[in-house]
């Protein structure tokens, strides 16, 4: 009987023990774990991202009509005209006025077309 009331004391000690060293553990951890707000600030990843123009984040829109327009570096009769219209070709013909090689013209946003009819290059 006093074998199982030692082993009993014994057992509530141990468990005593245990619980006030995990609570001094919890309590050390806790003054290491940080809040969200703490966490990003310590990347200080160098941007401050409520202080960006809105031109760094977003580019400039461009007009749809502009998008398919060949612009005024384009040959005659295409330019102005929208990609892919019919257009006579200077030797005779019909033709489409595409943008064959893809360039842009110096504005950037329009084609340079010329009156191109046949297989592109």
Do not use: H
């Amino acid at each position: 009987m006093k074998t199982r009331f030692a082993l009993f004391v014994a057992g509530i000690l141990l468990v005593v023990a245990i619980a006030g060293v995990t609570a001094l553990q919890a309590e050390q951890a806790g003054a290491a774990v940080l809040s969200p707000a703490a966490f990003i600030a310590s990347l200080n990843c160098g941007a401050n991202l409520t202080t960006l123009a809105n031109a760094d984040v977003v580019p400039a829109a461009k007009p749809l009509s502009d998008l398919q327009t060949c612009g005024s570096c384009s040959a005659n009769p295409c330019k102005g005209a929208v990609v892919n219209n019919y257009c006579n070709k200077p030797g005779g013909g019909i033709g489409q006025c595409l943008p064959p090689l893809g360039n842009n013209c110096s504005d950037g946003v329009t084609w340079q077309c010329q009156c191109w009819s046949g297989p592109l290059p």
